[in-house]
């Protein structure tokens, strides 16, 4: 198994920017495909971007693609998620998931496809 944490939630005004880091435990970080989700207060959890073991494919919700990048640094066991021109219809409590996909350079856009999840970190856009 794998735990993970996310971080980099806060407040931010329309159009700032914050990056998101989800630090994972253990030593086959490298073997998980990983993926970022949002929920807002009374809606459905939704696919925001995800990215292969190795980095090599990513993927991205077309709500946020122009704004957001996904990354990640298999050396120090973090992936990312750069927000740009945010907006107030991002604030959502963002998590961080995670699947063993050994020798699978895949992404994966649905949760259910997922094994592991993080907290969750809180992400407020005011107007």
């Known amino acids: 198994q794998v735990q993970l944490v996310e971080s980099g939630g806060g407040l931010v005004q329309a159009g700032g920017s914050l990056r998101l880091s989800c630090a994972a435990s253990?030593?086959?970080?490298?073997?998980?495909?990983m993926g970022w989700f949002r929920q807002a207060p009374g809606k459905e959890r939704e696919f925001v971007a995800a990215?292969?073991?190795?980095?090599?494919?990513?993927s991205c919700a077309d709500s946020v693609k122009a704004r957001f990048t996904i990354s990640r640094d298999n050396a120090k066991n973090t992936v990312y998620l750069q927000m740009n021109s945010l907006k107030p219809e991002d604030t959502a409590v963002y998590y961080c998931?995670?699947?063993?996909?050994?020798?699978?350079?895949?992404?994966?856009?649905?949760?259910?496809?997922?094994?592991?999840w993080g907290q969750g970190t809180q992400v407020t856009v005011s107007s």
């Open positions: 998931a995670a699947d063993r996909r050994i020798g699978d350079t895949r992404v994966f856009t649905r949760a259910r496809e997922y094994d592991y």
């Open positions: 253990g030593h086959t970080f490298r073997l998980y495909a």
């Open positions: 990215i292969s073991t190795m980095g090599g494919t990513i």
